[in-house]
Nanobody, 120 residues
Framework: QSQLVESGGGLVQPGGSLRLSCTVSRLTLDFHAIGWFRQAPGKEREGVACISSSGGTTNYADSVKGRFTISRDKARNTVYLQMNSLKAEDTAIYYC?????????????WGQGTQVTVSS
């Protein structure tokens, strides 16, 4: 069974940075798009960023454009989410997920999530 494990969450002050990691096993990044999602208390889950299987396409939510960057290291089977200029409204549980090839459509495999808290 495919597995995705997130890490790198924590407590950070407004304006600070964090880098989240999503390490995948039993699936290959060459054939899977990886997305980052988040869910804040009392809110619906929202897509944050995604990178296609080719690595040639990246998508971002408007709320994070210019602040967050998604990237990957195929040798490490890991996808990263670099988060800069963090705001209180970025506080949420962050999940990574995988699906075949493209970022559009439903994701098939999900990680357990990592908590990000932005607070002074």
């Amino acid at each position: 069974q495919s597995q995705l494990v997130e890490s790198g969450g924590g407590l950070v002050q407004p304006g600070g940075s964090l880098r989240l990691s999503c390490t995948v096993s039993r699936l290959t990044l060459d054939f899977h798009a990886i997305g980052w999602f988040r869910q804040a208390p009392g809110k619906e889950r929202e897509g944050v960023a995604c990178i296609s299987s080719s690595g040639g396409t990246t998508n971002y939510a408007d709320s994070v454009k210019g602040r967050f960057t998604i990237s990957r290291d195929k040798a490490r089977n890991t996808v990263y989410l670099q988060m800069n200029s963090l705001k209180a409204e970025d506080t949420a549980i962050y999940y990574c997920a995988a699906k075949g090839y493209y970022c559009s459509g439903d994701f098939d495999y999900w990680g357990q999530g990592t908590q990000v808290t932005v607070s002074s």
